[in-house]
Each structure stands twice: as C-alpha cells, then as structure tokens.
C-alpha cells in the first residue's frame, strides 16, 4: 500500500488501528458505473458504524470527507478526490425483518431490498427494484420512481456526523423535498428502518418484475451509465419532463468524444467505450445549454459530480 497522507497518520498508529481497510491513492473509475475517474487520495471501507465512528473523530476537521455507496449516479472527475473517501460495504450490507418493516445497512442494494421485502410478505417497496443504487444514497437523494420515493416508507435513518457521533434520526426530521432531504452536514447513513405493508409475496413479485421490465424497455440498463442525468423541471418551470426538453433540443444520440446521450432514453448519458470523466460531464453540460437555447429551461444535475477535473480540461 502507498504511503498514507501525512493528515491521515493519526487514523493508523500504535494505539489506534481501524478494524476497515485504509488504502492511498485507491482507484475510484472501477467502481463506478460509468467505469471512469481518477483516484482517492484515501479510500476508507470501515468495519462497521463504530468503526467510521472512531476513525471521524480522530480525522482532522479540516479533511475534506466523502462518502460514497454503489456510485450509479456519480461522475468522478479525472482529477481524482482530495481527502477521505468512506465506501460502505459488507458491515454495512445486513437487512433484517422487524415488525411491520425491514432494517437495512446503507450498503444494501435498493434491488436486494425490494427482493426481500417481498420474501417477507411487506409491500410498499416495490418501487426500490426501479432504482439504481443503495439504500444510503436513496435516503439521502430521497429517490423515488414508480410512484413511491423514501420519503414515504422511511421510519428513520441512523447517521454517524462528522464529528464521530452516531444518531437515529426520525423521518420526519428531514425535511424531503423532490430529490432532497436534509441530513447532519456531511453526515453518512449508515442505516435506515423502512415501513411496509402485509401483502402476499406472490402478488408484490408481480409487482417488482413489472417495474423491472419497464425498466429495461425504457432505459439503457445494460450499458455503461449512472441513472438519470437531470432532474425533471418543477412544475412551475415546465410542463415536460427532462427527457422531453432534452429530445425537444435535439440532443438524442449527442456524443462528446467517448460519451453519448442514449438514443433509448434521452436522460441517460453513456460511456460508449472510451469516455473519460471530462467527456461526460463536456456533454452534460452541452445538453443543459442546448436546452435552455431552445426552451429557456435550465436543467439541474441529478448525477453528483465530484473531485477534481485534470488542469487541461481534456482526458486524463
């Protein structure tokens, strides 16, 4: 392993070792869905929350932290990440049945929730199988899709802070919005207790295998991608979707050097092959003007964008 950064010599020594895994210098591309981007300065993949726990309270303050989960709808630039970079993994993958609900770990595939709770006979979270990514990453975008979103069957979420602190949040103090919700600053869900419905588990298959065809008939689901790229405007900005304005704009098939707008569904953008992170974010942006041209609408990202992009603007 590369030497850890000199801030980082606190979280690796005689008196403390974490239980997770440190690693400099780690590579991030690999692990996203796009497969491109540049380094962590430091990757950590604790053991457990009281193993995050331990390792933020000795961090300095002043260290940039980033937590990321299964990076569906994530473009790391090809600068790389500054900082500590937190990946939950298997401490963090756990659901358990309780009561009327499932308790899950942030790393849980959003997926592999919905696959359970119809095991268990709890419907409600069908809507989960339409979703790329974890159950971390839901609560904090409050992602929905298929009528439902986690604002609606969220009971409460547990967050380390930055500062070391575990906490249980209920629901209702997060404040959802559309796409939203309103967490400690910088803090990292770890785990969330979510509420269901008695139901035969034949009958909320069905509905799971529904949402997972109409999926794959209308979005590129096999191809190099991160979910959907914009929001949809609000209401009062547009009567039509993100992928209306985008196809109004004639954006449909755009590329940028190695990165494509899908001719499926014109809200995804592709790594055709040989994209770099500055491709997809040049052709990101391409699109946000080309719509706002024609329409006079400005999407918003709904792909976070993270790191640094190399000096030159150009691939790494």
């Known amino acids: 392993m590369s030497a850890l950064p000199p801030w980082a010599r606190v979280l690796d020594t005689d008196e403390f070792h974490p239980r997770g895994r440190l690693t400099a210098q780690a590579a991030l591309g690999p692990r996203t869905w796009f ?3 540049g380094p962590a300065e430091l990757l950590f993949q604790p053991a457990s929350a009281e193993d995050l726990a331990q ?3 000795r961090l300095p303050l002043e260290v940039p932290v980033l937590a990321l ?10 600068g790389g990440v500054d900082g500590l970079v937190i990946r939950l993994a298997r401490g963090f993958s756990t659901i358990t049945r309780d009561g009327d609900g499932l308790i899950a770990g942030a790393a849980c595939l959003d997926m592999t929730v919905a696959e359970h709770a119809a095991e268990a006979g709890l419907a409600g979270l069908e809507f989960l199988a339409g979703i790329p990514g974890s159950i971390g990453g839901a609560v904090a975008m409050n992602a929905g899709a298929y009528g439902s979103d986690m604002a ?16 249980r949040l209920p629901a209702a103090s997060l404040d959802f919005g559309y796409r939203h919700a309103t967490l400690p600053a910088h803090a990292i869900v770890v785990r ?4 269901g419905i008695e139901a035969p588990p034949a009958v909320i ?8 065809a109409a999926r794959e008939a209308a979005q590129p689901v096999r191809a190099r991608t991160g979910g959907s790229t914009f929001r949809n405007p609000a209401p009062d900005e547009s009567d039509r979707k993100a992928w209306e304005l985008i196809d109004a704009a004639g954006c449909r098939g755009l590329r940028e050097g190695g990165a494509q707008i899908s001719e499926k569904h014109c809200n995804f953008m592709l790594n055709a092959g040989d994209a770099c992170a500055g491709d997809l974010e040049r052709l990101g942006e391409t699109v946000r003007r ?4 024609h329409t006079g609408v400005t999407l918003r990202w709904e792909i976070k964008r ?3 992009p190399v000096t030159n603007g150009e691939c790494a």
Not at 205 to 212: A, P, Y
């Open 152 to 167: 609606t069957v969220l009971d409460w979420v547990e967050v380390v802070t930055r500062d070391g602190r575990l906490l």
């Open 306 to 308: 993270i790191g640094r």
């Open 290 to 293: 080309r719509v706002h041209d």
């Open 35 to 37: 497969r491109v981007g």
């Open 205 to 212: 298959r069905q509905r799971i295998e529904e949402i997972r």
């Open 69 to 78: 989960g299964a990076c569906s709808n994530v473009i790391v630039r090809d």
């Open 55 to 57: 390792v933020l309270r």
């Open 192 to 195: 969330a207790r979510l509420n």
